[in-house]
Structures are given as C-alpha cells and as structure tokens.
C-alpha cells in the first residue's frame, strides 16, 4: 500500500450491503456534510453543519475503516461511499487510492456538483461506479435543493457520465407536486439516451423542509406512466425502486 497521509472524515457505516453496487456485495461509508439542501432530504445529520458537530465524537477513523476492509478481503467486491456528498472531502481521493490499493471495487455517489472531481476520479481511474442524482430539471435545481446548486454543473456531469468513461446510474426520488408529467419530459430530455435511471419512490419522513413531510409518493402507476415517458427518450434501463 502506498504511505498517504490523509484523514478522510466518515461518519457512518454500513458493514454490508447487497443492494447498493449492483451485482455485488459492498460495504458502504458516509461521509458528512454536503453542498446542497435538499428540501425532501431524511438525512439531516449528514448534512447541517450544526448536526455534523454533535455527530463528531461519533466519526470513524480512517485507520478503522481501513481494517475493517482488511479483515473482509474475499468477503467483500467493493465499498459504497456515499453522503452527505462525498465530492467536497478533500481527501477523497487519497483515501480511494488506499482502497483500491487493497483491491476493493469502489462506487461513488454523489449529486454531481463538483465535475471537475468527478471527473478526476474517473480518469484516474479511482471509482468504478458513480450513482448521480438527478433531483429535478435544471431550471428547477435551485427551488428545490437551495441556492449551492449549479445547475450547469449537473448538466456538465450527466453530459459527462453519459459518455460512458466508468459504469453509471442516474437516479431520481420522485415527489408528489414536484415530478408532474411536464418536468418528467423536460427531464427525459436531459437523460436522453442515458444507460440507466432508477425512479424512486419518496418516503414522507422528517425532511429538511418540514413542508414535505405532508408531500406524498407518486402512485404505482404514475411511476410506471413515467417510466414509458422516459423511456420514449432512449433511456436504455429504466426500473422503480421502492
């Protein structure tokens, strides 16, 4: 293993998971802090920096991390590491390089705010899989998940993505009131010819904005309407998650 000093700031595990890297069994981390406000989001404590700071005596060490991998070689393909956004740690990629040094397959996820390290990894060929989010249209981003959003730097990472430089899924939380048939299109129309897209179903939880505690998920058959939409747009995978 190549000597990098780094201290990556985790603030979760999941030890094992068979559902979060498609086709193979994972481990995931979570890293804090992240530069959106996603009104719907459940994760608060990843999130608010005034959250994060109570969580801090509970962070994870690298080192522990890193062993805990050890001690799993042959168990485990790979490590999720997910958020928060992962993309803002400034030592992300040395500490991926530590993973993949340990021949661990690695998935990235993140809501594509930061091309510029997306991209980087991909071209250093640290991740082998990216999930990206993909909330609204982009001339919506900013109503729904705050003013830190870029809406032209989601497009730059979905342009990107769509490429087809690493292994990718696109996928979106679908909300009553904010995924009506008129942003599904102009949505579709982003996506356009994308790989893979996961509509998921939102689950009315403790959110950022108290406001969508009372919003409600899309019906069984609204979500299948959607995905005939989308994939009238050459979506090639389209599948709802519960």
Known sequence: MRLLVTNMLISGVQPLTLLDYPDKVAAIIFTPGCNMRCRFCHNK?????EEIQKMRPSFISEKT???FLNSRRGKLDGLVISGGEPTIQPDLKQFITKVRDMNFLVKLDTNGNLPDVLKDLVHEKLVD???MDVK?????YKDLVGNMAHPENIKESIDFLKKGSVAYEFRTTMIDGEHTEDVVREMATLLREADTLYLQTFRPEV???PLFESKKPLSQETLHSYRTIFKEFGIKNIAIRQ
């Open 129 to 131: 899989y990216v999930a």
């Open 65 to 67: 991390i890193l062993n």
């Open 136 to 140: 609204t249209t982009l001339d919506r």
């Open 45 to 49: 404590e990843f999130v608010l920096p």
């Open 207 to 209: 959110t950022l904005d």
